[in-house]
């Protein structure tokens, strides 16, 4: 769910707004419609592909990339960086079990923000500059799309032209810590997305139809440094890592994930019954429980001081029925991979650290114009 073709974006809705300003943006969305994606991302104020389209627009990519003489490789992993004179010289790529050197003066390492094993290679070459960076850690909320579309379209919901109704909403609280909405998937699901095993983590996703009977949203609390617990360039991965342990432990150790009413959540009580207007749809399938068990009391209290307030915001935000399925770790990379102005790594040259996994982007089109960005720096160094 974290790698190969199209990266996690494949399977969270294909959301393409962004809140960068850059020329470079309607390049990409004019790229995706070119290969598939639907017409009205090119107008539409909050485009988004639909993830059971986005596959077969990145796999047209793909085939352009070959026929114009490039190479894409699958089950293949970069397990070294060359280097040589504080410069790139290759890296070294094992598919399958067999390992090759490939020789380059450049590397644009968009690796993605799951990439632990990256990271952790990095790390150990000490070449590579990295630091921790705050990211926002929280869990998937999911209402009845209906109740959704109800606050946002009043008398007007259900008609057939306006689709399932969105929202996104933040709120800054007295402890300093924010809570907002991300990734929100109108009529979509909650999706699993761990990526090691003994682990469970959620995401969301909607169809092109967003048609499914529930909307949900990453409801995230932002997390800093400070909350890591050291001061190591990997002490985020680590604090990830522990809660998604925790989380299949308390899911009961099938890949299950943890599962609170909002009602319990905002009463301090576990939930041992999810017979509700709300029906979970994350598979294989959830346990209810209490958050607390799996999220630091820290978190757990900004959420629902949160949904408290949004829910003065959008009328059912705090319906007690709507559900939290646990966790959402991978908003964001937890780790920055410096560069300079360039974009280039400033103790060795040729080496680009680039999109969301390196720390400098936040999202499909943020990260593509990120990619053009540094390929135009190793054009210019090329000439």
Same mark, same amino acid.
Request: glycine content about 12%; hydrophobic content about 35%.
């Given at each position: 769910?974290?790698?190969? %073709?199209?990266?996690?974006?494949?399977?969270?809705?294909?959301?393409?707004?962004?809140?960068?300003?850059?020329?470079?943006?309607?390049?990409?969305?004019?790229?995706?419609?070119?290969?598939?994606?639907?017409?009205? #991302?090119?107008?539409?104020?909050?485009?988004?592909?639909?993830?059971?389209?986005?596959?077969?627009?990145?796999?047209?990519?793909?085939?352009?990339?070959?026929?114009?003489?490039?190479?894409?490789?699958?089950?293949?992993?970069?397990?070294?960086?060359?280097?040589?004179?504080?410069?790139?010289?290759?890296?070294?790529?094992?598919?399958?079990?067999?390992?090759e050197t490939i020789e380059t003066a450049h590397v644009i390492l968009a690796i993605g923000h799951s990439a632990r094993d990256t990271f952790k290679m990095l790390f150990e070459k000490s070449c590579v500059p990295m630091e921790p960076k705050p990211f926002s850690v929280g869990a998937r909320i999911e209402h009845r799309a209906e109740t959704i579309d109800r606050a946002q379209y009043g008398?007007?919901?259900?008609?057939?032209?306006?689709?399932?109704?969105?929202?996104?909403?933040?709120?800054?609280?007295?402890?300093?810590?924010?809570?907002?909405?991300?990734?929100?998937?109108?009529?979509?699901?909650?999706?699993?997305?761990?990526? +090691?095993?003994?682990?469970?983590?959620?995401?969301?996703?909607? %169809?092109?139809?967003?048609?499914?009977?529930?909307?949900?949203?990453?409801?995230?609390?932002?997390?800093? &440094?400070?909350?890591?617990?050291?001061?190591?360039?990997?002490?985020?991965?680590?604090?990830?890592?522990?809660?998604?342990?925790?989380?299949? %432990?308390?899911?009961?150790?099938?890949?299950?994930?943890?599962?609170?009413?909002?009602?319990?959540?905002?009463?301090?009580?576990?939930?041992?019954?999810?017979?509700?207007?709300?029906?979970?749809?994350?598979?294989?399938?959830?346990?209810?429980?209490?958050?607390?068990?799996?999220? &630091?009391?820290?978190?757990?209290?900004?959420?629902?001081?949160? #949904?408290?307030?949004?829910?003065?915001?959008?009328?059912?935000?705090?319906? &007690?029925?709507?559900?939290?399925?646990?966790?959402?770790?991978?908003?964001?990379?937890?780790?920055? #991979?410096?560069?300079?102005?360039?974009? +280039?790594?400033?103790?060795?040259?040729?080496?680009?650290?680039?999109? %969301?996994?390196?720390?400098?982007?936040?999202?499909?089109?943020?990260?593509?114009?990120?990619?053009?960005?540094c390929a135009e720096e190793i054009l210019k160094q090329s000439l």
């Amino acid at each position: 769910m974290q790698f190969g %073709e199209g990266g996690a974006g494949t399977f969270s809705d294909g959301k393409l707004n962004t809140g960068t300003k850059d020329e470079r943006i309607f390049f990409v969305l004019q790229t995706l419609c070119e290969h598939g994606a639907p017409e009205d #991302i090119l107008f539409d104020a909050k485009p988004h592909v639909g993830t059971d389209k986005l596959p077969q627009t990145v796999r047209a990519i793909r085939e352009e990339i070959k026929s114009l003489g490039g190479e894409v490789r699958f089950n293949t992993q970069m397990t070294d960086l060359l280097v040589k004179n504080n410069a790139v010289c290759g890296v070294v790529a094992e598919t399958n079990g067999v390992n090759e050197t490939i020789e380059t003066a450049h590397v644009i390492l968009a690796i993605g923000h799951s990439a632990r094993d990256t990271f952790k290679m990095l790390f150990e070459k000490s070449c590579v500059p990295m630091e921790p960076k705050p990211f926002s850690v929280g869990a998937r909320i999911e209402h009845r799309a209906e109740t959704i579309d109800r606050a946002q379209y009043g008398d007007f919901a259900g008609a057939p032209a306006l689709g399932a109704a969105d929202y996104k909403l933040n709120v800054h609280l007295e402890n300093g810590r924010g809570v907002y909405t991300f990734c929100m998937c109108p009529g979509g699901y909650v999706v699993g997305a761990a990526s +090691e095993t003994g682990s469970v983590v959620t995401n969301g996703m909607s %169809e092109y139809a967003r048609d499914g009977q529930n909307s949900n949203a990453a409801l995230l609390v932002g997390i800093t &440094p400070e909350d890591f617990g050291s001061a190591h360039p990997l002490a985020g991965i680590a604090f990830q890592r522990k809660i998604e342990r925790t989380a299949f %432990e308390a899911g009961g150790g099938a890949y299950s994930a943890p599962c609170q009413r909002v009602g319990d959540l905002l009463e301090n009580r576990a939930t041992t019954a999810l017979n509700g207007s709300v029906q979970p749809t994350y598979r294989p399938g959830v346990v209810p429980g209490d958050l607390r068990d799996v999220l &630091p009391d820290y978190i757990c209290d900004s959420m629902a001081e949160g #949904i408290r307030r949004m829910g003065r915001r959008l009328r059912g935000f705090d319906d &007690p029925d709507a559900l939290l399925t646990a966790p959402e770790t991978r908003s964001s990379s937890p780790v920055r #991979i410096l560069r300079n102005e360039t974009r +280039e790594c400033p103790t060795v040259r040729g080496l680009f650290p680039c999109g %969301e996994g390196a720390g400098y982007a936040g999202g499909i089109t943020s990260a593509a114009v990120d990619g053009l960005r540094c390929a135009e720096e190793i054009l210019k160094q090329s000439l």
